[in-house]
């Protein structure tokens, strides 16, 4: 498995969001709420409108870790309001074109992969969105205490390691260092 990396740039972070509101509406607000909850794709994708229309939080049992979790998505209400404003209670979030099932892992991976190559992005999949809301989260917390528990991992290194921030700190300690 290839590694993915967070969108660490906000104009590129700008310019992914444009790229897939160009491709469909329904891809841009997948990304938006991915980038947004923390939630892996695997639990996107599985979700329907009922799941989020008019909610505070979302609130799921994680296909991975089997645990219970509230996720915050209040802050893009207006998103999913006006997304999900013709679509039925019982309808996917994120619905494929062929039949009534949601897209699927590799076609999600495919939209986001599409769309990165539009802005010159690499190293980008599904887990790009998880690792993207962990590192602004991080970068506008400084919480790694909350992000680690959000994302269910076993230790703060795990959490720094997994959204690029270990590996960030040390290339910014390096900088401008020679002997």
Known sequence: MEIVNPITDKKKLQDMKEALMMSSYRDFVLFEIGINSGLRVSDLLSLKVKDVRGKLHLSITEGKT??????????????????????????????????NKAISRIQAYNILNK???LIGLEKIGTHTMRKTFGYWYYKQTKDVAYLMKIFNHSS??????????????????LKGFRI
């Open 66 to 99: 089997k645990k219970k979790k509230q996720f915050y998505i209040q802050h893009i209400s207006d998103v999913i309001e006006k997304y999900t404003k013709h679509m039925e209670e019982d309808d996917w979030l994120f619905p494929s074109r062929k039949g």
């Open 115 to 117: 769309a990165a190559d």
């Open 156 to 173: 703060q290194s795990v959490t720094l390691r997994y959204i690029g921030i270990e590996q960030e700190e040390i290339d910014n300690t």
